[in-house]
Antibody, heavy 121, light 103 residues
Framework: QVQLVQSGAEVKKPGASVKVSCKAS????????IHWVRQAPGQSLEWMGW????????KYSQKFQGRVTITRDTSASTAYMELSSLRSEDTAVYYC??????????????WGQGTLVAVSS | DIQMTQSPSSLSASVGDRVTITCQAS??????LNWYQQKPGKAPKLLIY???NLEVGVPSRFSGSGSGRDFAFSISSLQPEDVATYYC?????FGGGTKVEIK
């Protein structure tokens, strides 16, 4: 069965960076895109960026451009999201999600369990 | 950027009631509209994609409709396990969410 398993919770100080992993299993990793979505406490969902796991092409939300880097390791079937220059407003649960669409009809059929990143001095 | 306006932000209904949530896009999005359910402390779960397609394994009491700018999501007979927050999504933008509770 398809599973996305994320790395554990992190506590970081302002100005630091965090790297969250998302290990995929149960399907051909390189055949799907992986997106990253975050959710601040009590807030809605916010898209951050995505990676084509096959060719490594990435696209980022303008809001996070310059601070976020999404990569993948095909040999490990794992995607990574690194966010730098952390501030308190980046405290959130970060999710990876699989996108099965091949057109503009983006949707997310499987999600990781979420990784809490807390930024505090 | 396309904006998504979801309403209401919360609702309370009795078990067995029909519940409807709406989502309006700021421009024509054809049928590129999805609906998710999120229970506390859990990841979102895809229920409906492309406006009206029921995801595999999702109970048939959930349905979606609409095209263009106006979309609706319904639960035909509200069950206790449906208590959750529901989100619409257009491409890379999510609505503000609707918290559904039992009266």
């Amino acid at each position: 069965q398809v599973q996305l398993v994320q790395s554990g919770a992190e506590v970081k100080k302002p100005g630091a960076s965090v790297k969250v992993s998302c290990k995929a299993s149960g399907y051909t990793f390189t055949s799907y895109a992986i997106h990253w979505v975050r959710q601040a406490p009590g807030q809605s969902l916010e898209w951050m960026g995505w990676i084509d796991a096959g060719n490594g092409h990435t696209k980022y939300s303008q809001k996070f451009q310059g601070r976020v880097t999404i990569t993948r390791d095909t040999s490990a079937s794992t995607a990574y999201m690194e966010l730098s220059s952390l501030r308190s407003e980046d405290t959130a649960v970060y999710y990876c999600a699989r996108d099965p669409s091949t057109t503009a009809a983006v949707h997310f059929d499987f999600w990781g369990q979420g990784t809490l990143v807390a930024v505090s001095s | 950027d396309i904006q998504m306006t979801q309403s209401p932000s919360s609702l309370s209904a009795s078990v067995g009631d029909r519940v409807t949530i709406t989502c309006q896009a700021s421009q024509d999005i054809i049928n590129f509209l999805n609906w998710y359910q999120q229970k506390p402390g859990k990841a979102p779960k895809l229920l409906i994609y492309d406006a009206s397609n029921l995801e595999v394994g999702v109970p048939s009491r959930f349905s979606g409709s609409g095209s263009g700018r106006d979309f609706a999501f319904s639960i035909s007979s509200l069950q206790p396990e449906d208590v959750a927050t529901y989100y619409c999504q257009q491409s890379l933008t999510f609505g503000g969410g609707t918290k559904v509770e039992i009266k």
